[in-house]
């Protein structure tokens, strides 16, 4: 059989990341993916270098709507670092609890849609309803669910109250309990093993070679963290393990985030429990001295870097951002090959990236065939149909 | 877990390549001439026992942009090469071959600062959409929205309703 393109995306306007993949097939099995990536391009770095440092935090949250806490904190931690800022424990202490809620609401909303792709609905609906709760306890504390603006220049914009306390440490057992369902089912649940194991392969070498990052990285046996690499906020003072798995594919993909959700409980538990006493916030000056800083920063999805350079001003002269998504695409493309046809969801939907960009397809039948259009949907429902009754 | 870098053997090692500083703790920088970063980069991921790209910074300083390999690797230190190639005529020999996650840094470099990455194998957009005008590259100092010109089918004073 000829070999055909199929084209997925190309974007749609009102999503925050447009992609285009042009997936070319041999029948059912891929042969090559060639990609184009958003359509839209915000010019967030630009109009950062327009903005004093305090209005350039609110603008570097809303670079993502998931993890809006990691930009705005690898900002914040770079700027204080080139002012050599002391930020108070209890500043750093809640920074953390925020970072590692973010990170529990990102792997619980990942889960949800890794299920809703494979046909899992049932586990889309817990692990949804399971997410309610880290958001309630981050609406209670910052007051938002979406972007927190917790991060100010020097530390934390408000306190946690002993009422917050109190309330997010009365959630996490059930969170917790909720989290060892989830270990148990990843190992035992047969829809889950048929659609991951196996899916999606990355040998070690290639996530180095290809330069793969976070969960996807860490599920081939790399263990790169940048927290426990290149400590920041107090990583280096809490007890806390980096997750890895060996698995290789999707499924390892998902051992390594359920492993990394329990993990985030356990340090928001200790972080909660071992509060310091004392400011939230340091007095900062308003102009930062020329210099240059390569801030790294574990997002939910992975590494994420900012380099950051400051020309003596109250603003930057360049803010370089790159997300851990981009770093990720290339190991998609290369993880891809050989592939099903049908399991392109499930192994895009693996490294986590924010999969309503290849909301419409357009399917060619054959070279010169006329071109149709199916939406994500009825891909979706095509892959789940190949699989129906390949069960044991 | 394999040691950190120290400055002394990175300096000697990456002597003929340029000088070599440290910021801080596990960072070093080492500032090298657009001709020898291919070399350098090679020598940064087979002596000194990098094992990965973690991004390609780009800044525009006026009359020169500045390029910057970040790389990381088992002794957990961050090694930077930056470069600098002049503003007429910017290009700079393509990494993709050496290292595959450059390829997609690389398209977005030459998409927003246009700069030319030589050998590379499909110099395609990736972050504009196609209908961009060509030769303007937004994140450029220099850069002004032209206002007869179209951005992705928008203008200047341009409304849906009108």
Redesign the interface.
């Given at each position: 059989m000829p070999e055909v393109t199929v084209p997925i995306g190309p974007?749609h306007p009102a999503l925050k990341e447009p992609v285009n993949f042009k997936v070319i097939a041999d029948g059912e099995k891929i042969v090559r993916l060639?990609?184009?990536?958003?359509?839209?391009?915000r010019?967030i770095?630009?109009a950062a270098e327009q903005r004093d440092f305090i209005r350039v935090l609110p603008l570097l949250e809303r670079v993502c709507g998931i993890c809006s806490h990691s930009h705005s904190t690898v900002f914040a931690k770079g700027i204080e670092?080139i002012m050599q800022l002391e930020v108070p424990l209890r500043g750093q202490y809640i920074r953390t609890i925020i970072a590692e809620l973010e990170r529990m609401h990102s792997h619980l909303l990942w889960l949800g849609v890794a299920a809703h792709e494979i046909g899992f609905n049932t586990l889309f609906m817990w692990s949804w309803r399971d997410r309610e709760l880290v958001q309630d306890t981050l609406e209670e504390m910052s007051g938002n669910r979406v972007h927190y603006g917790m991060n100010e220049v020097g530390g934390v914009r408000c306190d946690l109250t002993p009422n917050q306390v109190r309330a997010a440490l009365d959630r996490l057992p059930h969170l917790e309990d909720r989290i060892a369902r989830y270990v148990e089912m990843v190992n035992d649940q047969q829809t889950m093993l048929l659609r991951f194991k196996g899916v999606g392969k990355l040998t070690r070498e290639e996530v180095?070679?290809?330069?793969a990052v976070g969960p996807t990285a860490r599920a081939s046996g790399v263990d790169?963290d940048v927290r426990r690499?290149?400590p920041y906020l107090v990583y280096g003072d809490i007890p806390w393990n980096v997750v890895t798995d060996t698995n290789c594919d999707v499924y390892g993909r998902t051992c390594v985030r359920i492993g990394e959700l329990r993990e985030s409980a356990s340090i928001v538990r200790y972080c909660l429990e071992n509060l310091p006493e004392g400011p939230v916030r340091a007095n900062t000056p308003k102009t930062a001295p020329a210099g240059?800083?390569?801030s790294?920063y574990e997002a939910p999805r992975g590494?994420l870097?900012h380099?950051i350079?400051t020309n003596g001003t109250n603003k930057v002269?360049?803010v370089?951002i790159?997300t851990p998504t981009?770093?990720n695409?290339?190991s998609v493309a290369?993880s891809l090959v050989n592939q099903n046809l049908a399991d392109i969801p499930v192994i895009v939907a693996a490294i986590d990236p924010c999969l309503s960009c290849t909301s419409r397809i357009t399917l060619v039948s054959s070279p010169g065939g006329t071109p149709g259009i199916i939406t994500f949907d009825e891909l979706r429902k095509r892959g789940q149909t190949r699989y129906r009754g390949c069960g044991p | 877990m394999t040691p950190s870098l120290t400055l002394e053997f990175v300096k000697e090692t990456m002597m003929e390549y340029g000088t070599a500083e440290q910021?801080?703790q596990?960072?070093i920088r080492i500032a090298t001439t657009p001709d020898k970063v291919l070399r350098a980069i090679q020598h940064v991921l087979g002596t000194l026992g990098c094992?990965?790209?973690?991004?390609i910074?780009?800044?525009?300083n006026g009359t020169t942009f500045e390029l910057?390999y970040?790389f990381?690797g088992p002794h957990?230190t961050?090694v930077?090469v930056a470069t600098e190639v002049p503003h007429e005529d910017p290009w700079v020999t393509s990494m993709s071959g050496v290292?595959?996650?450059a390829?997609?840094?690389e398209r977005?470099i030459h998409d927003?600062f246009g700069i030319v990455f030589r050998g590379h194998p499909?110099l395609?957009?990736?972050?504009?959409?196609e209908d961009w005008p060509p030769n303007e590259f937004?994140?450029r100092k220099d850069w002004k929205k032209n206002p007869d010109t179209y951005y992705?089918g928008i203008k200047e004073g341009w409304s849906r309703h009108a």
């Open positions: 974007h060639e990609l184009d990536l958003s359509y839209n391009h010019g770095e630009k670092e180095l070679n290809y330069g790169y690499d290149d240059e800083i390569f790294r590494e870097a380099f350079r002269e360049r370089d790159r981009l770093a695409w290339t290369m | 910021a801080r596990n960072r094992d990965r790209l973690v991004t910074s780009t800044v525009d910057i970040h990381i957990r961050v930077s290292l595959p996650p390829g997609i840094y977005q927003l499909g395609k957009k990736i972050i504009l959409n937004p994140l992705g």
